[in-house]
């Protein structure tokens, strides 16, 4: 059920049994969820073995699941996100579907099967939901699809970077570990605070780890390969950071509140994306007052 990185971050927590959901096809519902969706976030890794976290978007429709055993992309949404590797048969893949309007999320991991008839057919491996914790309730406008992603390569955290990260209270994570049996391994995951969840010290980015589901699937992957990426959300203006680099999980670290540990990410690579979706301004709902608790 879980791959050795998983059940090591059990151990290190403390976490007994740990029972999980995981379905090798998609249930009926989660079919019906992902064909709903005008956006849809995935992980891949690029040619140099660091995982991409990315935002593809459509209209109300735009993913299909012909089976439950596989959901298919279009390919004008995978090629207008200018930061993806060049995707192929065989490669693994992550996804999360996330309605922000009532805090529904479900993932699904498998295999890229074929790339063909203008759109990408994923082979599903593990289906699974998760809970609506944590995440901030709001409406998003539909995508333009029409507009162009403006993306700059930053050479460091500068003002505005730092500022929008100082101000997010989403951001998702992409993380990766190869399994033994090639099942699973690339991950997408999301994660919610109240503004400022996310800080930064002495260069690295800390990041408080809340009580959830137990499965410890992003810690899990990162304890086989540190490597990550972060995609760091600004719906205010409708940005986004997309930060690669190396995680460390602080196991031991005084934590409080909701916090049962933290973890760093150390930037190594860094691009800034400007009008990845329409700016909403405010209007955020916070789900859970007492993550406040969470700040340090």
């Not at 403390?14 to 995981?22: F, I, S």
């Not at 089976?67 to 207008?80: C, F, K, R, Y």
Request: neutral net charge.
């Amino acid at each position: 059920m879980f791959h050795p990185g998983e059940q090591l971050a059990q151990d290190k927590a403390g976490y007994e049994r740990v029972k999980a959901a995981l379905y090798p096809a998609m249930p009926e519902q989660h079919r019906l969820f992902y064909q709903g969706l005008h956006l849809f976030y995935l992980s891949v890794q690029d040619e140099e073995g660091y995982p991409v976290a990315a935002l593809i978007q459509g209209e109300a429709g735009f993913l299909q699941t012909p089976d439950d055993t596989h959901l298919e992309i279009p390919l004008a949404a995978v090629e207008a996100v200018p930061w993806l590797p060049r995707l192929q048969p065989g490669m693994l893949l992550g996804g999360l579907g996330l309605d922000l309007s009532n805090r529904r999320r479900n993932r699904v991991n498998g295999v890229i099967e074929s790339l063909s008839d203008g759109k990408l057919s994923l082979r599903v491996q593990e289906s699974f939901g998760n809970c609506p914790k944590y995440i901030q309730r709001r409406l998003l406008p539909g995508a333009d699809l029409r507009r162009k992603l403006e993306v700059e390569r930053l050479n460091c955290l500068d003002a505005d970077a730092r500022y929008l990260i100082s101000a997010a209270d989403t951001f998702f994570v992409a993380s990766h570990a190869q399994r033994q049996n090639e099942t699973g391994g690339a991950d997408i995951s999301h994660r919610g605070g109240v503004p400022g969840f996310v800080q930064i010290k002495q260069g690295k980015l800390l990041i408080p780890d809340y009580s959830g589901n137990r499965y410890m699937n992003t810690l899990g992957n990162l304890l086989i390969e540190p490597r990550c990426a972060l995609l760091i959300m600004d719906f205010h203006q409708g940005a986004a950071l997309h930060i690669q680099g190396r995680a460390e999980v602080l196991w031991h670290e005084p934590v409080r509140g909701l916090v049962e540990r933290y973890w760093t990410v150390e930037p190594e690579r860094i691009l800034r994306i400007r009008q990845l979706l329409p700016a909403v301004g405010s209007g955020v709902e916070y789900a859970d007052s007492s993550l406040e608790a969470g700040k340090r």
